[in-house]
């Protein structure tokens, strides 16, 4: 049997590494506190899962689904949007569903990148960006996040040649793993550069919902100019908590939404329609959650990013996302800081490398963790903190 050399290009899935280090731990009976993956911890709205098992129950909903999606969900899809951010979308030609944005941010790729194309991408950042584009036999070429420039890509200084051979630009805010935020003048840089450049935007925006002392992150699409050259990828994973579901979206420009379309329906059937039929419900029904939810992440944010600046790592606290990035003391590597806390603590963190090179001095922390396991995760990292120091 000979596996396809496009598959030697792919580095083992960082959280697979991770999850493998604390299953070992696990199995010989240690208590692992685990701020290493973003899985929202609280249950789906229960208005959400009423709907599916109604949903569930209609043998309509037991036949193959289209790869368009629901005309309900889609209209739903720019209620939402028009409601949140103020824009208007067309539901048939600038939405399309997704299963989990995964689905799109992986298969977008796909429909720009030829071998020898350039993707342009954030580093540190979500490694799906990367790990499609070589999928697609192109190169990525990363721009680095750092605090000296806000963890905005400084599209500025990109080179010439590289500029000419790239397609796409990928962007992600409010952002993985930094929790850095941009508003709508960098937005508005950023469409420019596209303009100017004849490159495509993927925004990335699962996390728009996740936000705390009352900002409110921009969308793309706010832009009037942006669905000439962008489209956004949302989710209802962060904002619901249904990450296990798999239903998230793209939207915007017509081209390339009709261009994940075609791709799409020759590898998958579609969403589950009583999965779509509970996406309805979650993003026409009551808000409610979504606020409370955000107070609570807000609450183990404080704490968390006190306690972390405490032990001498220093903390950014985060205006949206469910992430803290923090730097580590001198003398560590991200991967060996996170051995230590592991081995030494019991808790789990995600090295800043995991998303790129330029993580490297970084960890990152999730607020996905029940606050009693926060709260002793803490106490852990001071007794762990107070232990080095004596
Ligand atoms: C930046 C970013 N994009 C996309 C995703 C994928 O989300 P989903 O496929 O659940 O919608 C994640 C998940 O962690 C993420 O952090």
Same mark, same amino acid.
């Given at each position: 049997?000979?596996?396809?050399?496009?598959?030697?290009?792919?580095?083992?899935?960082?959280?697979?590494?991770?999850?493998?280090?604390?299953?070992?731990?696990?199995?010989?009976?240690?208590?692992?506190?685990?701020?290493?993956?973003?899985?929202?911890?609280?249950?789906?709205?229960?208005?959400?899962?009423?709907?599916?098992?109604?949903?569930?129950?209609?043998?309509?909903?037991?036949?193959?689904?289209?790869?368009?999606?629901?005309?309900?969900?889609?209209?739903?899809?720019?209620?939402?949007?028009?409601?949140?951010?103020?824009?208007?979308?067309?539901?048939?030609?600038?939405?399309?569903?997704?299963?989990?944005?995964?689905?799109?941010?992986?298969?977008?790729?796909?429909?720009?990148?030829?071998?020898?194309?350039?993707?342009?991408?954030?580093?540190?950042?979500?490694?799906?960006?990367?790990?499609?584009?070589?999928?697609?036999?192109?190169?990525?070429?990363?721009?680095?996040?750092?605090?000296?420039?806000?963890?905005?890509?400084?599209?500025?200084?990109?080179?010439?040649?590289?500029?000419?051979?790239?397609?796409?630009?990928?962007?992600?805010?409010?952002?993985?793993?930094?929790?850095?935020?941009?508003?709508?003048?960098?937005?508005?840089?950023?469409?420019?550069?596209?303009?100017?450049?004849?490159?495509?935007?993927?925004?990335?925006?699962?996390?728009?919902?996740?936000?705390?002392?009352?900002?409110?992150?921009?969308?793309?699409?706010?832009?009037?100019?942006?669905?000439?050259?962008?489209?956004?990828?949302?989710?209802?994973?962060?904002?619901?908590?249904?990450?296990?579901?798999?239903?998230?979206? /793209?939207? &915007?420009?017509?081209?390339?939404?009709?261009? $994940?379309?075609?791709?799409?329906?020759? +590898? =998958?059937? #579609? @969403?589950?329609?009583?999965?779509?039929?509970?996406?309805?419900?979650?993003?026409?029904?009551?808000?409610?959650?979504?606020?409370?939810?955000?107070?609570?992440?807000?609450?183990?944010?404080?704490?968390?990013?006190?306690?972390?600046?405490?032990?001498?790592?220093?903390?950014?606290?985060?205006?949206?996302?469910?992430?803290?990035?923090?730097?580590?003391?001198?003398?560590?590597?991200?991967?060996?800081?996170?051995?230590?806390?592991?081995?030494?603590?019991?808790?789990?963190?995600?090295?800043?490398?995991?998303?790129? /090179?330029? &993580?490297?001095?970084?960890?990152?922390?999730? $607020?996905?963790?029940?606050?009693?396991? +926060? =709260?002793? #995760? @803490?106490?852990?990292?001071?007794?762990?903190?107070?232990?080095?120091?004596?």
């Amino acid at each position: 049997m000979r596996l396809s050399k496009r598959l030697d290009k792919l580095p083992p899935y960082l959280f697979v590494e991770i999850n493998r280090k604390i299953a070992e731990k696990k199995a010989r009976g240690e208590d692992i506190i685990s701020f290493a993956i973003g899985d929202p911890d609280m249950p789906t709205p229960s208005n959400v899962i009423d709907e599916l098992c109604r949903a569930a129950r209609d043998p309509a909903n037991h036949r193959y689904p289209e790869t368009a999606g629901l005309p309900e969900l889609r209209q739903a899809v720019a209620g939402w949007y028009h409601r949140r951010f103020g824009v208007s979308l067309d539901p048939e030609k600038e939405v399309l569903p997704l299963i989990g944005s995964k689905d799109g941010v992986a298969h977008i790729s796909f429909c720009f990148i030829d071998p020898g194309d350039i993707a342009l991408v954030p580093d540190p950042g979500y490694p799906v960006y990367s790990m499609s584009t070589l999928l697609a036999g192109g190169e990525p070429y990363f721009l680095p996040l750092t605090e000296k420039n806000d963890f905005l890509p400084e599209l500025e200084i990109i080179p010439r040649n590289t500029v000419k051979k790239a397609k796409l630009l990928w962007l992600n805010y409010p952002n993985n793993p930094t929790g850095a935020v941009a508003d709508i003048d960098f937005f508005q840089k950023a469409v420019h550069f596209a303009m100017e450049n004849n490159l495509a935007i993927c925004h990335d925006a699962p996390y728009t919902e996740v936000t705390f002392d009352g900002y409110q992150p921009p969308s793309l699409m706010q832009l009037p100019d942006a669905r000439d050259v962008g489209i956004e990828f949302h989710s209802l994973s962060k904002t619901y908590d249904m990450t296990g579901w798999r239903i998230g979206m /793209a939207v &915007g420009n017509a081209k390339m939404i009709d261009a $994940l379309f075609r791709f799409k329906s020759n +590898l =998958d059937s #579609g @969403i589950p329609q009583a999965i779509q039929q509970a996406a309805i419900e979650a993003l026409t029904g009551s808000q409610d959650g979504v606020k409370e939810r955000s107070v609570i992440y807000q609450r183990r944010r404080d704490k968390l990013v006190k306690a972390l600046n405490d032990i001498g790592l220093k903390a950014r606290m985060p205006k949206a996302s469910f992430y803290v990035w923090a730097r580590i003391p001198d003398g560590y590597t991200s991967v060996n800081f996170t051995s230590e806390l592991l081995d030494k603590a019991n808790v789990a963190v995600t090295p800043g490398t995991g998303y790129g /090179a330029a &993580g490297e001095g970084f960890v990152r922390l999730s $607020l996905t963790v029940p606050d009693e396991r +926060l =709260d002793e #995760g @803490i106490t852990r990292l001071l007794k762990w903190s107070e232990s080095r120091t004596n």
